[in-house]
């Protein structure tokens, strides 16, 4: 089966700096590749997802990276602020919707 | 849009009792629902994917007796623990792929079970 890792499992950066987090997968076949922020006590939201046709994307501060043949994805959180601090998720999808996911990232925004 | 609700998001029942989980996808149909499972400081487990009208598919390791979910419609699925034990405590948190998304799960803010 799948297997993400994820690293690394603790980040801490100044209020302005960027964040980047780095997942690895294991099964080629994955096609779909979302990370989720999750705060204390709450569900993951969804912040950026990308696809096995595209290299990169960006949504404002946040942008996520593919390369296929490495079988690694990036996420790189730009001007980081206070309110990035989270527990954030990188997750491989298979071809019937099931996420695999990493092990996490506490990012952690000091100001 | 996309909100996945959840409810209660937080249950205390005593061992050997049963209790049941909504999930339901407030503005989008969703025909697949998943349920994880999370401990302290972990990672999310997925515990079986449940699809609308059929039965639902549970991982390998979980028990299917014990862990029973209702995909009755395509905006609501129901986790019911039964005979549940305190090693059943977790957060449980659903989450709904939105109909002709292509996989985009979108994701309940998770109920807190702890069984005394």
């Known amino acids: 089966g799948e297997n993400v890792e994820q690293h690394p499992s603790t980040l801490s950066v100044q209020e302005g700096d960027s964040a980047v987090i780095k997942c690895t997968y294991s099964d080629s076949a994955s096609n779909y590749f979302p990370w989720y922020k999750q705060e204390l006590g709450k569900g993951p939201q969804l912040i950026i997802d990308i696809r096995s046709n595209v290299g990169e994307k960006k949504d404002q501060r946040i942008a996520v990276t593919l390369n296929k043949t490495a079988k690694h994805f990036s996420l790189h959180i730009t001007e980081t602020q206070p309110e990035d601090s989270a527990v954030y998720f990188c997750a491989a999808g298979d071809s019937w919707g099931k996420l695999q996911f990493g092990a996490g990232t506490q990012v952690v925004v000091t100001p | 849009g996309a909100v996945v609700s959840q409810h209660p998001s937080r249950v205390i029942c005593k061992s050997g009792t049963s209790v049941k989980i909504e999930c339901r996808s407030l503005?989008?149909?969703?025909?697949?629902m998943f349920w994880y499972r999370q401990f302290p400081k972990q990672s999310l487990m997925l515990m079986a994917t449940s699809n609308e009208g059929s039965k639902a598919t549970y991982e390998q390791g979980v028990e299917k007796d014990k862990f029973l979910i209702n995909h009755a419609s395509l905006t609501l699925s129901t986790l019911t623990v039964t005979s549940a034990h305190p090693e059943d405590s977790s957060f449980y948190i659903c989450?709904?792929?939105?109909?002709?998304?292509?996989?985009?799960?979108?994701f309940g803010p998770g109920t807190r079970l702890t069984v005394t």
């Open positions: 989450s709904a792929e939105k109909t002709g998304s292509y996989y985009e799960q979108y």
């Open positions: 503005d989008f149909q969703a025909t697949t």
